[in-house]
């Protein structure tokens, strides 16, 4: 597979409204078929007739369906499935534990459609940036193509039928992933976790629930799916982000004004750490990003961008290093394989600019 | 505040220990802070959603007759007993909602604050429930046109309950 190809996603393009601040915002929406049990209860016979149902809905509407690729689970090698995960089109449980887990994919990678995941059918759309409105109609859309085929658990006071009873009503959970170095650097950052969690909103670390903060990225997200409507849901997330967003800008102006040569000598640094080092960690990769990423919003460094930022996110985890090499590679060998690939990254960023 | 240890960094990890009555204070700075070998920073979670959820429905009636009276009751689609849920916390079918019915909806109100759904209705159910909706307020008015006498309009509406029912049979065979 060709690095191009391999480190692509929509929302890595890092061209969306607030890029300063918000890395993506994500929309996902679970859905189950009536009369048939969910994953973890179903038997072999039944998942699979999930999956056949659900490409069958796909392939019957073949305009609006025509973008999409369908991925069983089981076709695809350990590392193809790890690297959809760490790009975060899929969940870790439909990678390793599913049953006739499968991914409906379409090309740009912005929508993904898991089948078999703790419910039937979860329905998923990153974008780049603030873009959560946008996400919702297109989470949607998708959404009412799959209804038109199938027939959806519903229940008219309980509302969409889930597995988890955390999930029933809406099926929606709404999220952004942020980049708040000021704000976690000045020591805010646990007061605003504090405050947000009291409006019934979730903050978890990069790759979802129960990870830690890494290289100050944040995830907020709904915990609310009853009651509320969707657009109620996405509005009131939204209109918290706009406030961190407020805030972790203005943390970073306190910082320009009282650090400057503080903050600029750091990215500077980490940037000359991650073209020139031989071994890295991918948490102290995460760490220089991080620095390299705030030194760039600041304006005080230049030779990347966004995207390029992105990129260099994706590529140091484990799975996408591992193909890239071609081969498996041990935690000593990939922290020697990182490097080479951030500093091939940043050549091809070179002559393309 | 800057790092005790490196000098450089901002310090982010603020420690209070307090051994036989005596205090001390430590400010470290992330990289430091893990370098440090007394402090764990695993803050993996103990215990899953799931587990919490089922506690959270066992708790609250611990040991009385009608806890396992409830215990007993089981979904007829899917089989799971009430105590398998608590225990788990994940339903097993559509279904599951209707058999536990009278525990969910307390349990959903602790969850989200509500128990009734307010946001998107799947477009084939739309039509369904309005059509149930109306037809259930045409009985009431029957039943009213009949107590009150007024015999010519309960015809009527009988006429339209007997249409709307036959459209609902065609529709199901369909």
């Keep these: ?353 | 505040m800057i790092c005790q240890e490196c000098g450089q960094e901002t310090a982010t990890v603020h420690i209070t220990k307090i051994v036989n009555g005596r205090k001390s204070e430590l400010h470290l700075c992330r990289r430091c802070a893990q370098a440090h070998d007394e402090l764990d920073f695993s803050f993996e979670p103990q215990f899953s959603l799931h587990n919490l959820l089922g506690s959270l429905l066992g708790e609250s009636m611990r040991g009385s007759r009608e806890a396992l009276r409830r215990s007993k009751v089981q979904c007829p689609s899917c089989a799971l007993t009430f105590a398998q849920f608590s225990q788990i916390g994940r339903l097993g079918c559509s279904g599951c909602f209707q058999a536990f019915d009278e525990q969910l909806t307390p349990l959903l109100r602790r969850i989200h604050g509500s128990s009734r759904h307010t946001g998107k209705v799947p477009r084939r159910s739309q039509g369904a429930i309005r059509f149930a909706r109306e037809l259930e307020k045409l009985r009431e008015d029957l039943k009213l046109a009949v107590q009150k006498e007024e015999f010519e309009k309960a015809a009527e509406l009988r006429d339209r309950i007997k249409a709307m029912e036959k459209e609902m049979k065609e529709g199901e065979q369909r």
Aim: aromatic share 6%.
């Design chain 1, 1 to 353: 597979m060709k690095e191009k190809q391999l480190v692509f996603s929509k929302w890595i393009e890092g061209n969306g409204p607030e890029a300063e601040t918000v890395i993506s915002s994500r929309v996902r929406i679970a859905r189950n078929i009536r009369e048939i049990p969910f994953p973890y209860l179903a038997s072999d016979a039944q998942t699979r007739r999930v999956q056949e149902k659900v490409a069958k809905a796909a392939a019957s509407q073949k305009d609006a369906f025509r973008q999409f690729s369908f991925k069983p689970m089981e076709n695809l090698g350990a590392l193809e499935k790890e690297l959809l995960v760490e790009k975060h089109l899929i969940s870790p449980y439909l990678a390793r534990e599913s049953q006739h887990g499968a991914l409906l994919l379409r090309r740009d990678e912005a929508v993904s459609i898991m089948i078999n995941e703790e419910d039937h059918l979860r329905i998923q759309v990153i974008l780049p940036g603030l873009q959560l409105e946008e996400a919702l109609q297109e989470a949607e859309r998708y959404d009412d193509l799959m209804e038109a085929e199938l027939d959806y658990a519903f229940d008219e006071s309980y509302g969409y039928l889930t597995c988890c009873p955390t999930n029933v009503g809406t099926g929606l959970r709404a999220s952004v992933m942020l980049h708040l170095p000021a704000l976690i650097m000045t020591g805010q950052a646990n007061r605003l976790f504090g405050a947000l969690s009291q409006v019934g909103l979730a903050v978890r670390g990069l790759y979802g629930e129960g990870t830690e903060i890494i290289g100050n990225l944040v995830q907020i997200s709904n915990q609310i799916t009853l009651g509320q409507s969707e657009e109620e849901i996405v509005r009131n997330l939204l209109g918290v982000t706009r406030q961190v967003i407020e805030q972790e800008q203005a943390a970073r102006q306190a910082l320009l004004n009282e650090n400057r040569a503080r903050i600029a000598d750091r990215a500077w640094r980490s940037l000359g750490q991650l073209k020139y080092a031989q071994l890295m960690s991918s948490q102290e990769a995460m760490q220089l990003l991080s620095d390299v990423r705030l030194g760039y919003d600041l304006g005080l460094l230049k030779g990347v961008d966004r995207k390029l930022l992105n990129k260099m996110l994706v590529v140091i985890s484990p799975a996408c290093l591992q193909i890239l090499a071609g081969k498996e590679l041990g935690p000593e060998e990939r922290d020697m394989e990182r490097p080479e690939r951030l500093k091939k990254l940043m050549e091809q960023y070179k002559e393309s600019v």
